[in-house]
């Protein structure tokens, strides 16, 4: 059994940089597939029971996500 996650977030300011971190990454060699798209993302943190506050100043990041493969 491998230890490796079953699943892997990049986040990227670029568009490019994400989409070529699949072969970059040698993710298929890795035994990981491409889960959805890659899209602009805001990424907020809840702490406890506080509101949820901005990540990376609020800045939108391009966000993939690789999962192994069944």
Do not use: C, Q, W
Request: glycine share 8%.
């Amino acid at each position: 059994m491998s230890n490796d996650p079953e699943r892997i977030t990049i986040l990227a300011r670029e568009f490019t940089a994400a989409a070529l971190e699949f072969h970059r990454g040698k993710m298929a060699e890795k035994g990981y597939r491409m889960e959805g798209s890659i899209t602009p993302r805001v990424f907020k943190m809840i702490d406890g029971m506080e509101a949820p506050k901005d990540m990376f100043e609020g800045e939108p990041l391009f966000a993939v996500t690789f999962v192994k493969k069944d």
